[in-house]
């Protein structure tokens, strides 16, 4: 007799950061289009002064993690985040959305107490 339901395990820290399936597709074949090597390199996630809301997401590919990055693997992706962001960033996950008006990658953020209309500038 089969299991009725499976837990999935995480494969970061419930407080890290989350990445969706969708997303690490997205995040693949981008990094192959840019040419960063998965062995050294990998997507950089942080949170910047300005915005609508007085803070913005930054999200850009880096060809290694810094000295005090947290690092998050998933397979074959690393994740890195910079201290000072991750204050802002902890427990939220990176998903990708394609609609007929959008698409691109969306931060979905318990720390967010308020959001802009662009989904790129956020308060804390």
């Known amino acids: 007799m089969e299991e009725a339901t499976k837990t999935a395990t995480p494969t970061a820290p419930a407080k890290g950061v989350q990445v969706t399936e969708k997303a690490l597709a997205k995040i693949r074949s981008a990094m192959?289009?840019?040419?960063?090597?998965?062995?050294?390199?990998?997507?950089?996630?942080?949170?910047?002064?300005?915005?609508?809301?007085?803070?913005s997401y930054n999200i850009r590919f880096d060809t290694q993690p810094r000295e005090r990055d947290r690092i998050f693997q998933y397979g074959d992706v690393r994740v890195f985040v910079d201290p000072k962001s991750f204050i802002y960033l902890h427990g939220m996950t990176l998903d990708y959305q394609e609609t007929l008006m959008q698409q691109g990658f969306v931060f979905v953020n318990p720390n967010s107490t308020k959001s802009c209309g662009c989904g790129t500038s956020f308060s804390a």
Request: hydrophobic letters at 25%; glycine letters at 34%.
């Open 32 to 55: 192959v289009k840019e040419g960063i090597s998965p062995e050294q390199g990998g997507l950089r996630l942080g949170v910047q002064g300005g915005g609508c809301s007085g803070l």
